[in-house]
T-cell receptor, first 113, second 115 residues
């Protein structure tokens, strides 16, 4: 059974601080997605990484895929209240069942002004 | 932009009622999914479909059924709603990607309360 562990589960920080969220597994993924979900809304896709060691940047957000494609991190620089939300990672497997993703349980981020 | 819409944002039903949740996507995606999301349990897959009239059970199909008569529409049915089905229900769609590249696009969710 493939599992994705996210840490930390909760994070409460002040505006302007930096933070890193982790997504780890013992399984190898062919791709990994990061989503952000605001309260009462559906998850919104932020980024997909597919190559081991790949780094992608989205404004103040930096996403990295581990060299072995078993883990990923999301780093936010100078967090703002608008970054508040639930961050989910999800992994896809080549040959996996028709596009199913394995989701982590998420990191709930609160950025206080 | 991919757009996935769900028929209701909020729904309140009574125990024993039959409940229909509708989902429509406008991007000609082959795959469609139904999840429920509960605090501490994350997203759990109920059913998915990879083609019209095709369906596969996910991790928690008990008490639910689905229907996919048209490619763009995927319906979730609660045959006899129970209080433990109170949850946030999320629909998603995706292409059949190559090399495990499966990006799912979600609807806004339906918050269902069963009393």
């Amino acid at each position: 059974t493939q599992l994705l562990e996210q840490s930390p589960q909760f994070l409460s920080i002040q505006e302007g601080e930096n933070l890193t969220v982790y997504c780890n597994s013992s399984s190898v993924f062919s791709s990994l997605q990061w989503y952000r979900q605001e309260p009462g809304e559906g998850p919104v896709l932020l980024v997909t990484v597919v190559t081991g060691g790949e780094v992608k940047k989205l404004k103040r957000l930096t996403f990295q895929f581990g060299d072995a494609r078993k883990d990923s991190s999301l780093h936010i620089t100078a967090a703002q209240p608008g970054d508040t939300g639930l961050y989910l990672c999800a992994g896809g497997f080549e040959g996996g069942s028709q596009g199913n993703l394995i989701f982590g349980k998420g990191t709930k981020l609160s950025v206080k002004p | 932009d991919v757009k996935v819409t769900q028929s209701s944002r909020y729904l309140v039903k009574r125990t024993g009622e039959k409940v229909f949740l509708e989902c429509v996507q406008d991007m000609d995606h082959e795959n469609m999914f139904w999840y429920r999301q509960d605090p501490g349990l994350g997203l759990r897959l109920i059913y998915f479909s990879y083609d019209v009239k095709m369906k596969e059970k996910g991790d928690i199909p008990e008490g639910y059924s689905v229907s996919r008569e048209k490619k763009e529409r995927f319906s979730l049915i609660l045959e006899s709603a129970s209080t433990n089905q109170t949850s946030m229900y999320l629909c998603a769609s995706s292409l059949i990607g190559a090399q495990g590249l499966y990006e799912q696009y979600f609807g806004p969710g339906t918050r269902l309360t069963v009393t």
